[in-house]
């Protein structure tokens, strides 16, 4: 079953917009999550690294205000895109791991289409 | 040079055929090595981490090659369910990082 959820997994909304994604470990604690972000036929792109009880670390190019992650619990991180545009549009998706030799699990992903 | 380099083909093979996907990296200080499937629309599942030695895992090996920072797939007696994306993923810089790398993906489309 899944160990890492992701809720909403589609949302539609308007321009200007705020919208929360939400990124769960279910049977483990993660210290450290990743947030990426896919456009069509363009490979998975780190944006952050959350980590709990501290700032995320963002990717350059990655505007930390209009992204907003908070990580304050081992098992759930949420990404806020603030006044969201259609360029924001995209599928949004979080991960989280153990040890460095072992893989990542991802959650189902975030669909963000904005109108 | 792309830190993840694949060909992304489309590769289109039929039922039973054997295909072989490559990756380049660039960072030779990277660690920890994958090859996830992503199906359209859908999160990436991992398929099987790279070893050293090279591993196998039913149908599908997988091999890699410090030296030169090549990873390979390797599929055997291909099925139409095998139809995906796979993507090379390498974790993002030296020991102890939990980041990870993907390259674009490699599309295969497995014929009747």
């Known amino acids: 079953g899944a160990v890492v959820s992701q809720h909403p997994s589609w949302v539609i909304c308007k321009s200007g917009t705020s919208v929360k994604i939400e990124c769960r470990s279910l049977?483990?604690?993660?210290?450290?999550m990743f947030w990426y972000r896919q456009f069509p036929k363009q490979s998975l792109m780190l944006m952050a690294t959350?980590?709990?009880?501290?700032?995320?670390?963002?990717e350059q190019g990655v505007e930390k205000d209009k992204f907003l992650i908070n990580h304050a619990s081992l098992t759930l991180s949420t990404l806020t895109v603030t006044s969201a545009h259609p360029e924001d549009s995209s599928f949004y998706i979080c991960?989280?791991?153990?040890?460095?030799?072992?893989?990542?699990?991802f959650g189902d992903g975030t669909r963000l289409s904005i109108l | 040079r792309k830190e993840v380099e694949q060909d992304p083909g489309p590769f289109n093979v039929p039922e039973g055929a054997t295909v072989a996907f490559n990756c380049t990296y660039s960072?030779?200080?990277?660690?920890?090595f994958f090859w996830y499937r992503q199906d359209c629309r859908k999160e990436p599942k991992l398929l099987m981490s790279?070893?050293?030695s090279g591993n196998e895992d039913g149908r599908f090996t997988a091999q890699l090659n410090r030296a030169s920072q090549y990873i390979s797939l390797l599929i055997r007696d291909s099925k139409l369910s095998d139809s995906a994306t796979y993507l090379c993923?390498?974790?993002?810089?030296?020991?102890?990082?939990?980041?990870?790398?993907f390259g674009k993906g490699t599309k295969l489309s497995v014929i009747p």
């Open positions: 993923v390498v974790n993002k810089a030296g020991a102890g990082s939990y980041q990870l790398t």
């Open positions: 991960s989280a791991g153990g040890p460095l030799s072992q893989p990542q699990h």
């Open positions: 960072n030779s200080a990277s660690q920890s």
């Open positions: 790279v070893y050293s």
């Open positions: 049977d483990f604690q993660a210290t450290t």
């Open positions: 959350s980590n709990e009880g501290s700032k995320a670390t963002y």
